[in-house]
């Protein structure tokens, strides 16, 4: 329940209990048993990996298609995905990505301040 009023938290009491990656049963998303990454280099990785290796589209297709559409790369597999990661993947080289590192590294105004959770 706490994936779904408060994702924020959730992850990040999950990612300091268990580390970089690991499993979180949620109910009503993909198959209910699912696996969070978020070290930025084993992420790196998945984007990177054969589509023929990571198939991931018919599980994530039932709760993310109303939120990020048919032809959202997070539903797309083999053929579909490859085609749609190559129209998205200048957006994400060299200096493009080098203007989003400060918005990664600042943390939320809101903690900072002492109103997580308001």
């Known amino acids: 329940m706490q994936f779904l009023t408060r994702p924020d938290l959730f992850l990040e009491r999950n990612w300091r209990r268990y580390g970089d990656i690991f ?3 949620i109910r009503g998303f993909g198959t209910g048993t699912n696996v969070v990454v978020s070290n ?3 992420v790196e990785q998945l984007f990177k990996a054969s589509p ?3 198939r991931l589209g018919e599980i994530a297709k039932r709760p993310l298609v109303p939120i990020a559409g048919p032809n959202s790369l997070l539903v ?3 053929p579909e995905h490859l085609r ?3 129209l998205l993947l200048p957006h994400f080289h060299g200096q ?3 203007a989003y590192t400060d918005i990664g590294q600042r943390p939320d105004s809101r903690r900072q ?3 997580a959770g308001t």
Do not use: C, S, T
Request: aromatic share 0%; charged share 45%; proline share 5%.
């Open 76 to 78: 797309l597999d083999q």
């Open 84 to 86: 749609h990661r190559k």
């Open 40 to 42: 930025p280099r084993h």
């Open 52 to 54: 023929n290796d990571v």
């Open 23 to 25: 499993r979180a049963r």
């Open 113 to 115: 301040r002492g109103q």
């Open 96 to 98: 493009r990505m080098l």
